[in-house]
């Protein structure tokens, strides 16, 4: 059993900044990528951030410039540093995880966090 524990969301006001944190935990042999997605109730989800185990990355366009990515894959945990909010950035942030599980079967895995909300407000 493989879980995601995201933290550091809540309320910020327009222009301030805050960092996110995930980690997996379980069953896990290695992981390959991981990333941050946003969404708003009611419309669709879209990428935030992504990252691979070879460091390379991937923004939304929307985010592109402000917030940063980055990853320990030894421990597990990524990260998003997020810059310059805006109230367009109010969304609950999921993070994603790409592995191989543990064990006998290797088997090429993905697995969500619970979201954790962001709400940029004065």
């Known amino acids: 059993q493989v879980q995601v524990a995201e933290s550091g969301g809540g309320l910020v006001q327009p222009g301030g900044s805050l960092k996110l944190s995930c980690t997996a935990s379980?069953?896990?042999?290695?992981?390959?990528?991981m990333g941050w997605f946003r969404q708003v109730t009611g419309k669709e989800r879209e990428l935030a951030a992504h990252?691979?185990?070879?460091?390379?990355?991937q923004y939304g366009d929307s985010v592109k410039g402000r917030f940063t990515i980055s990853a320990d894959f030894a421990k597990n945990t990524a990260y998003l540093q997020m810059n310059t909010l805006k109230p367009e950035d109010t969304a609950v942030y999921y993070c994603?995880?790409?592995?191989?599980?543990?064990?006998?079967?290797?088997?090429?895995?993905?697995?969500w966090g619970q979201g954790t909300l962001v709400t940029v407000s004065s």
């Open positions: 990252i691979t185990s070879i460091n390379t990355t």
């Open positions: 994603y995880v790409g592995y191989y599980s543990g064990g006998y079967y290797q088997e090429d895995l993905e697995v």
């Open positions: 379980g069953n896990i042999h290695s992981i390959y990528d």
